[in-house]
């Protein structure tokens, strides 16, 4: 089956102390990116990844890193979370290609809540 | 770069009813209009997605238009049910002082009452 897999689900801590949300895909998607959801401001990216090695900035990278070692993964790291980092997070991939080509396929995101 | 504009942000229909969603972009160099819907708990989905050289696309109870010349796009329900309750995103498909990024709207929030 298709699938982009979060994880964690639900994740709380606490300021400064370093995270990783994990993001993997079989679908062997070139472009994956990472979107936080906030209330009335609907998608936000934060980061994309157009293959692997190759990341660039979304609109709200400040206090978030990727990185894309494989093409199946695209963790997501928050080196020292703030409370404005409080969020809903969502992982997607898409084809480059072909007839599914920019149609994004999601995870089940992720709800951070950073104390 | 690319703009899209969503509305309403919350809509109340009875069951049965239509319902009809509205998106603006302000690329004239966008060509592909998804729009995703978003149930409870999960990620957004697919649910129907327009290119620029077709003007209306049809599949099932959903349909979406898209007016290139006014850089508009709507999302159409007819008839419908509680499963259509849900969170609806539109999208544009920036050029490139976008990055070719998809930008999205807002997000509509629609309510079936039965």
């Known amino acids: 089956e298709a699938q982009v897999t979060q994880n964690p689900r639900y994740l709380i801590t606490v300021t400064g102390k370093k995270l990783t949300v994990t993001c993997s895909q079989n679908m062997n998607h070139e472009y994956m990116s990472w979107y936080r959801q906030d209330p009335g401001l609907g998608l936000r990216q934060i980061y994309y990844?157009?293959?692997?090695?190759?990341?660039d900035k979304g609109d709200v990278p400040e206090g978030y890193k990727v990185s894309r070692k494989e093409k199946r993964n695209f963790p997501l790291i928050l080196e020292s979370p703030s409370p404005n980092q409080t969020s809903l997070y969502f992982c997607?991939?898409?084809?480059?290609?072909?007839?599914?080509?920019?149609?994004?396929?999601f995870g089940a995101g992720t709800r951070l809540s950073v104390l | 770069g690319e703009n899209v504009e969503q509305h309403p942000s919350t809509l109340s229909v009875q069951e049965g009813d239509s319902a009809v969603i509205k998106c603006t972009y302000s690329d004239s160099a966008s060509n592909y209009f998804p729009w995703y819907k978003q149930e409870l708990g999960k990620g957004p989905q697919l649910i129907i997605d327009?290119?620029?050289n077709v003007g209306e696309k049809k599949d099932q109870r959903i349909a979406v238009t898209l007016n290139k010349t006014a850089k508009h796009f709507s999302l159409h329900i007819t008839e419908t049910q509680p499963e259509d309750s849900a969170v609806y995103f539109c999208a544009a498909l920036g050029g490139w002082d976008s990055n070719y990024q998809l930008i999205w709207g807002a997000g509509t929030k629609l309510i079936i009452k039965p």
């Open positions: 327009i290119r620029s």
């Open positions: 990844s157009m293959n692997v090695e190759v990341t």
């Open positions: 997607a991939s898409t084809s480059m290609g072909g007839l599914a080509k920019n149609i994004q396929y």
